[in-house]
């Protein structure tokens, strides 16, 4: 199993930079910040922007709508159409004078990125590189990126807490890590201050139905019950029911894309505040089995919802739940509507 570079390594040196200019020099108060959104027209991207308008900081979008699409996009949001591995239109973006960004602009398939670790690699390490060079460069002094449980690979304890061991299983997992790594590097080198908030399995729309893009092909679970709910396709696939849980089916720990966006918030004035940086997990501390989530959505909405058990997916781990106390002590986070 490929262990992560510099896994059991020394980490970077203790010595920390002095405060990003940013950090020091601004005197925004955390509550107006000028905030830049790269990803920001994806699934939790539009809520992350929705949740940071909402809480009164202004926010630009930037986003090449690969993923993501216009209809996410807000009335109050700048938007601007922009590649992450397009380093000049990245740092003019950049120069707009901002307090912030969160990076949510990734690709996110696991089973994909064994597959395709060579795209994985282009977009999200090269890609999140350019976005913290031109951070640097632009004088933009925090982030909030979006990492995931991923990081973790199979669990050795649950609930999984961030002192769990991080020995990704899956490619995409790997990038993720990789990146927090690098962040890590240029908090101490380059007093760049950040939160790496590592997401259990996002579900879910804005409460108040103010986002509803509906992602393509979708691999995730739930995208894929309510697909087959409303007849967009047959049947759901159940990846095995012979693993060591309460039905034998996978469970997961589902947290509302809502509570996501409002822990990116939280996240974001923590970091002005405390001019530190911070690793934390999000998630609604409950597991679900798959056969759980399918009777649940057949009661919501009334429908069939046709699912049949097939083989297990190669590297699914029988059961993921988290540990959320540290966001909890630290940002005063909770999932309320997960
Ligand atoms: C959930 C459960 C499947 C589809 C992945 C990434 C993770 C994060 C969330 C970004 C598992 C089962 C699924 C289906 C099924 N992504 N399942 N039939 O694998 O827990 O996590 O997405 O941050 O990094 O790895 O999510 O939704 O694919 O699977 O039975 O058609 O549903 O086996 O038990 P997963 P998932």
């Known amino acids: 199993?490929?262990?992560?570079?510099?896994?059991?390594?020394?980490?970077?040196?203790?010595?920390?930079?002095?405060?990003?200019?940013?950090?020091?020099?601004?005197?925004r108060k955390e509550h107006n910040m000028k905030i830049l959104v790269v990803g920001g027209a994806g699934y939790i991207g539009s809520h992350v922007a929705r949740e940071c308008l909402d809480s009164g900081h202004s926010v630009t979008v930037y986003d090449n709508l690969s993923s993501g699409s216009k209809g996410n996009l807000f009335p109050e949001a700048s938007f601007v159409e922009g590649d992450i591995l397009d380093y000049p239109a990245l740092l003019s973006a950049m120069r707009g004078g901002y307090d912030a960004l969160v990076h949510l602009a990734a690709f996110k398939a696991a089973g994909e990125s064994m597959l395709k670790p060579e795209k994985y690699s282009l977009n999200n390490l090269n890609g999140t590189v350019n976005i913290l060079n031109a951070a640097l460069?632009?004088?933009?002094?925090?982030?909030?990126?979006?990492?995931?449980?991923?990081?973790?690979?199979?669990?050795?304890?649950?609930?999984?807490?961030?002192?769990?061991?991080?020995?990704?299983?899956?490619?995409?997992?790997?990038?993720?890590?990789?990146?927090?790594?690098?962040?890590?590097?240029?908090?101490?080198?380059?007093?760049?201050?950040?939160?790496?908030l590592r997401y259990f399995n996002a579900a879910g729309y804005d409460v108040r139905g103010r986002i509803s893009g509906l992602e393509r092909n979708p691999a995730n679970l739930i995208p894929v019950v309510m697909e087959a709910a409303c007849g967009m396709r047959p049947e759901v696939q159940v990846f095995g029911n012979d693993y060591g849980t309460k039905d034998g089916t996978g469970v997961r720990d589902y947290v509302h894309v809502s509570d996501l966006a409002r822990a990116h918030v939280a996240a974001l004035e923590w970091i002005a505040k405390n001019d530190r940086s911070l690793t934390v997990n999000l998630g609604s501390e409950e597991g679900l089995s798959v056969l759980e989530i399918v009777e649940a959505a057949r009661r919501v909405t009334g429908r069939p919802v046709p699912a049949k058990i097939v083989g297990r997916r190669p590297g699914d781990p029988a059961k993921l739940v988290a540990s959320s106390a540290l966001a909890k002590e630290t940002l005063g986070w909770e999932a309320r509507h997960s």
């Open 137 to 196: 460069e632009a004088g933009v002094g925090r982030v909030v990126f979006s990492s995931s449980a991923a990081t973790y690979g199979e669990p050795k304890y649950l609930p999984i807490d961030e002192r769990h061991p991080t020995e990704p299983e899956n490619y995409y997992g790997f990038t993720k890590l990789e990146i927090e790594r690098i962040l890590g590097w240029y908090d101490r080198l380059k007093g760049l201050r950040f939160a790496a």
């Open 1 to 27: 199993k490929p262990r992560p570079a510099g896994q059991g390594a020394r980490g970077p040196p203790r010595a920390r930079a002095a405060p990003f200019p940013t950090a020091a020099a601004s005197h």
